[in-house]
């Protein structure tokens, strides 16, 4: 949205989807680790989660950072949604956004 709408009011708009989607992401994102683990193991799992989570807030600014040197900013939110596209097509794809089978 940022990339496509490059006025003060698309940045905005923009921030404020991200900021939802983000806000909705990491919740979801902690219920999905912690599913099906055993209640002593769960801080394990919360803290690895939390710490690759960490990872990917600071490694991917940085990462673009280097995309917007090379294509310009405009072209850095394009790319930065065109990753995130990629990464809904891999998952509606492979059918890791599937629930697991429990047994029994």
């Known amino acids: 949205m ?7 009011a698309g940045l905005v708009a923009g921030t404020i989807v991200m900021a939802v989607g983000v806000a909705l ?5 902690f219920s999905v680790a912690v599913e ?6 769960r801080g394990a799992v919360m803290g690895t989660t ?13 990462t673009l950072g280097f995309v917007a040197a090379g294509i310009g900013r405009p072209g850095t939110f394009l790319a930065g949604g065109i990753v995130a596209l990629a990464g809904l097509v891999v998952v509606v794809v492979t059918g890791l956004g599937r629930p697991a089978r429990r047994p029994g």
């Open 36 to 41: 099906g683990i055993p209640a002593n193991e």
């Open 25 to 29: 992401f990491t919740p979801a994102l």
């Open 50 to 62: 939390s710490a690759f989570l960490d990872l990917a807030f600071g490694l991917g600014p940085a």
């Open 2 to 8: 940022i990339g496509l709408w490059r006025t003060p």
